[in-house]
């Protein structure tokens, strides 16, 4: 059977806020299987993105060498601060801040840092960008998205979820999912089920060979209009390519222009960003 913990403050529970998306896990047994899964050691350095009331966050704190909690919320840190003083955890430092602007780079200590969190989804996709910005900081991040977002990042060429999203998080990180969470083991449930996934940032995609932007620029433009083939699609995101060039390129890379996007494995989008760079003029 499950085991829960209730969220609670100051003069009993406090009512999660819509607008950011809060949802607070509340199974111990989810929050037991997610540390194990983390693989975190004593000498660990962890960044928790949005504590709540502390689930994953007390834990934590036992078995690392010092947590920083980031929350936006006001009403959580002073909650969770008092519930910390009570339980004598000394090696949590609360944060109230939005940690889209929080400054990773800021947490001082010798090796890179750790991130954990329950990502709300209104904020999944900037976080990511926030995170794989981060990377020179950043070794790993072990974070739950529902259960769409997860897939996204999760999935292969040829089907429903891949997109741009895939390919650009697994051009800077391995992705690995951990551990589906049921929507029963938050309060309140949110619709939709869960995933944790694991972003190694010290393990990126072995083939480079092209700029952060120029990868960035060109998987965009295949997948601007999914239903549209690649040449199509990014006819209409870089207007200043014409299509007889884009057609040789893609040839020349061993790329049908007949394909749509979702077809693409990493490396052809490589090799078409590489035979691209030349064109100075193109924008988008």
């Given at each position: 059977m499950a085991r829960y913990c209730r969220p609670s403050g100051p003069g009993g529970r406090l009512r999660p806020r819509k607008e950011l998306g809060q949802h607070f896990l509340v199974d111990r047994g989810i929050v037991d299987k997610i540390l194990a899964s983390a693989r975190l050691g004593r000498s660990d350095v962890v960044l928790e993105v949005g504590p709540g009331h502390g689930a994953l966050t007390i834990p934590l704190a036992r078995r690392v060498s010092h947590v920083v909690a980031v929350e936006k919320d006001l009403r959580l840190v002073e909650a969770l601060q008092k519930k910390l003083l009570g339980l004598g955890i000394s090696n949590v430092t609360l944060l109230n801040q939005d940690i889209l602007r929080f400054d990773f780079s800021g947490i001082r200590t010798r090796d890179k840092i750790q991130v954990v969190g329950n990502i709300p989804y209104n904020i999944s996709s900037p976080l990511l960008e926030k995170v794989i910005g981060q990377r020179g900081v950043v070794a790993r991040a072990v974070l739950m998205f529902q259960l769409e977002v997860a897939r996204r990042l999760t999935s292969g060429p040829g089907t429903k979820s891949y997109g741009a999203m895939t390919l650009l998080v697994r051009y800077h990180a391995a992705c690995t999912p951990l551990l589906t969470v049921?929507?029963?083991?938050?309060?309140?449930?949110?619709?939709?089920?869960?995933?944790?996934?694991?972003?190694?940032?010290?393990?990126?995609?072995?083939?480079?060979?092209?700029?952060?932007?120029?990868?960035?620029?060109?998987?965009?433009?295949?997948?601007?209009?999914?239903?549209?083939?690649?040449?199509n699609s990014m006819r209409g995101f870089f207007p200043s390519w014409t299509r007889d060039i884009l057609v040789q390129r893609m040839k020349a890379c061993g790329i049908d222009p007949g394909s749509r996007a979702e077809s693409l494995h990493m490396d052809q989008f490589l090799r078409l960003a590489r035979a691209l760079v030349i064109d100075k003029n193109a924008t988008g």
């Open positions: 049921t929507r029963k083991a938050f309060y309140p449930p949110p619709k939709v089920d869960s995933m944790v996934v694991e972003l190694d940032l010290e393990r990126p995609f072995p083939a480079r060979g092209v700029s952060d932007d120029q990868f960035r620029r060109v998987v965009r433009g295949a997948f601007s209009h999914r239903r549209k083939t690649i040449v």
